[in-house]
């Protein structure tokens, strides 16, 4: 059984606070981490791509780190702003490279 | 639109009965994903194809059965509904069928079993 954890569970921020989140996965037979963004409504759409250890990847005010060795990667979003508020998945994709298992998610609210 | 097509979008059928879910993969992708989404439940993986083979399988129930065609669309099947199996099924899509890429998301059937 994979493992994939995310914390917290719901995160309540106002506008313009900077927040993060954690996604922990088995340190073992590490392939790929996703993460994606999923609002009310709507299909879970994807931000970032992780596959070394140490990688950093930022996509306008979100970026992403990954550590493979310890099994842990931190989405951070500065300035939050009420658009932002969603659920945010990470997905861990095991060595072999085929089954992609997501956490449950870390639902953000952002208040105005 | 995301490219990855799913029908129907609602389904409302009774226990006991068979229902089929259609997806058609984003141009090009050659790999399919099925995901189910029970209330208050995160995304569980059920299968995936490859190029019309399957390539992994996941918590699906024996009651499921899914099938990806030679023009690369794929269909989830139900049968013997119960009340339990009432979710969102999202289907994905994305070229490699690995971790490389990340997956096109379809806008979801949803059944409702009553």
Known sequence: ILNVEQSPQSLHVQEGDSTNFTCSFPSSNFYALHWYRWETAKSPEALFVMTLNGDEKKKGRISATLNTKEGYSYLYIKGSQPEDSATYLCAFIKAGGFKTIFGAGTRLFVKA | ?114
Do not use: M
């Not at chain 2, 639109?1 to 006991?16: E, R």
């Not at chain 2, 995936?48 to 899914?66: D, M, V």
């Not at chain 2, 339990?84 to 806008?107: E, H, R, W």
């Open chain 2, 1 to 114: 639109d995301s490219g990855v097509t799913q029908t129907p979008k609602h389904l409302i059928t009774a226990t006991g009965q068979r229902v089929t879910l259609r997806c058609s993969p984003r141009s090009g992708d050659l790999s399919v994903y099925w995901y189910q989404q029970s209330l208050d439940q995160g995304l569980q993986f059920l299968i995936q194809y490859y190029n019309g083979e399957e390539r992994a399988k996941g918590n699906i129930l024996e009651r499921f059965s899914a099938q990806q065609f030679p023009d690369l669309h794929s269909e989830l099947n139900l049968s013997s509904l119960e009340l339990g199996d009432s979710a969102l099924y999202f289907c994905a899509s994305n070229p490699t069928g690995d971790g490389a890429n990340v997956l096109t998301f379809g806008a979801g059937s949803r059944l409702t079993v009553l």
